[in-house]
């Protein structure tokens, strides 16, 4: 299994997540848009379980729709075994994520996504895009929007976040911050 689309399946669990890293070792795109099962607590096991495989990427396809993330995949041999990751394509919006630096602290272990979907995840913070910009130096597309919004006055993905992006991934071409208080 290479590509995983399981946005809005409400009814899976934990144990059926972890199932899925552990059993799918080529898994290269991975959607859980909207799963209410999928928390930060599944970031972690999701980086442990996704070994590295240098060979080309194929462009992710979501609702007939081709991926930004269509760039020829360029292995990181220079990354130690434990750091080195295929899962090039992750969507996690409108998830329960807590995004502070230690809550998306697992996805910057990855090293090699493409495109990161948070949309909607009400816990995005500066601190835990920081960690993506330290360690996701392979980002070509970003979505932030309505990251960190859950009401009046509620701080989000801010200045500090957008500057972090800018300065570690130098790939970027595409990011969107819409309606959050960057945006």
Known sequence: LQTCELAKCGNLTEKAFLAIFK???RLRALS????????????????????????????????????????????????????????VALDLSRNRILGGADGLAAVARLAEPRTLQLKECKGVRDAGVQAIAAGCRELRRVDLDQCGLSGIGASGVGDDAVRALGAGCAHLDELRAAGSPAG
Do not use: E, I, N
């Open 23 to 25: 059993g799918c070792p």
């Open 32 to 87: 859980v848009s909207t799963c209410r099962g999928f928390t930060d607590a599944l970031l972690a096991p999701l980086a442990q379980h996704c070994p590295y495989a240098p060979r080309p990427l194929q462009p992710w396809r979501s609702a007939g729709r081709p991926s930004a993330c269509s760039a020829p995949h360029r292995g990181r041999a220079d990354l130690p075994a434990s750091r080195r990751r295929q899962l």
